[in-house]
């Protein structure tokens, strides 16, 4: 690698050099962590596809080990060995589905083992069946270069396996399911668990349960009917790279999956996992807290050049805790709670009434490496500015036209991160709150503003948004943004919504880079307390 490299994370996972992208096969066996990763081997551009793998007991630090599955034949993966998931069986043994690209260039499912099961690192796999368990034919009709990325397995009451695997049918977006009973010989459902019109190919879909009134989660490989349970459907989205999901309910009888409310069938316009870049990700039921946690792939927005010139592309979000909100309409998703051994150095502040038009900076924090979370109130919302209802369904744009230095009334306030001295870079997540009349209740956007995060212009440098389901007026604003050198990642009210966004500062960097809090509305705002930390880097050794 080149010497000069200000972009590399500290404590977000990456692998020493070379393409990264989909999360794979994440699971915890006999008290490790896995996490599998799409890989190119041989440079920075995708391609040549194998299944990199790393191990952890803290999802903090990792170790690499060796690449688990190559595409080595021709009638399971030649061509690349595509995403996939882990299931860990009622036995307790884990085992793999991925999606191979064989030597006709067609997508099939495969099968893979580990070769010993008393190693907790499970550092080697086999592929022992000479043939896919899923494979398109005449008879099934699917399209094999739209067949991929089978689901983690779940159980039904009846001893079945369910998997669902990505496809599409012209326009329309599915989720064709399969079933088994020994998990090796699949039979296809007609009815797929579900589909979409006009939504283009549904890669990496997922279909899990969450608990009701709970942040616990629910084992997937168990059996049991549990009553007390929404099920929640994501698909990443080929199309426009995002991360859709519902909230619904599930029979197993028929196999079916209802949203809860609002058309699936208009494309997935609703809820989004994150609302900046986070792709094709994956989520696993972790037995040992009782949660799930999702990973989640940050693609760079450099220019393939540039990403070629600094030898990596990819880096993986903070693993995230998923539960559903007790309004049961939406999830939580928050890092897990183990980044919070990486923090140091606490520098806090409370109480400070943040005039209009200001600007204050948080010393003593290395500001290019840090965790800050702040918690607005004192808020007069009777001040708030009315929205003007076409913007309602498009806060992405609302970011865009009214970013950080368009002043309103409450708000834009919130953080400037990777700032560099003269403010002549810095990246901001702020929010601003309107009102509807329609409904007489008010809005709170979120944004996340890259437009003056680089003097390098060949960088993609859009904002993101989304509104934020929270009430102002019951509740206090939280916003927690972990920095990571060229990784800016927010959550708002306790994970209720969350913006990945990237930076490549080019003076902001290192220890030339600051940190501040700000109120560009025409009303005052109070930090009822910020607390920022000095992240340590995370411990992440091995060979590849
Ligand atoms: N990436 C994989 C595919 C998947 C896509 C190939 C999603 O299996 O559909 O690297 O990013």
Redesign the pocket.
Known sequence: LPKNQPYRTAFHFQPPRNWI??PNGPMVYKGIYHLFY?YNPKGAV?GN?VWAHATSSDLVNWEHRPVAISPIEPNLDVS?A???SATILQDGKPVILY?GVNSQNQQVQNIAFPKNLSDPYLIEWTKPLQKPIMAPTIQNQINSSSF??PSTGWLGPDNVWRVVV?SKIRRRGVAILYKSRDFVHWSKVKKPLHSAQGNG?W??PAFYPVSIGSRDSVDTSKSSHDLNVKYVLKV?L?DI?HDYYTVGSYSYHTDTYTPNNGSIENGFSGLRYDYGKF??SKSFYDGEKNRRVLWG?VNESSSVNDDVKKGWSGVMALPRRVWLDKSGKQLHICPVQEIKKLRRDPVTLTNHVLQPTSLIQINNVTAAQADVEITFDGLDLSKAEIIDPSWISKPQMLCQEKGTSVRGSLGPFGLKVLASKGLEEYTSVFFRIFKNVQTNQNMVLMCSDQSRSSLDNDVDKSNYGTFVDVDPIQEKLLLRTLIDHSIVESFAAEGKASIIARAYPQLAIHRAAYLYAFNYGSQSVRISKLSAWSMKRAQITGKL
């Open positions: 992208n989909d799409q995708w596809i690349g595509w995403s996939g999606t991929r990325d990505g190919m890669e990496c990443s080929d790279k792709y094709a792939w």
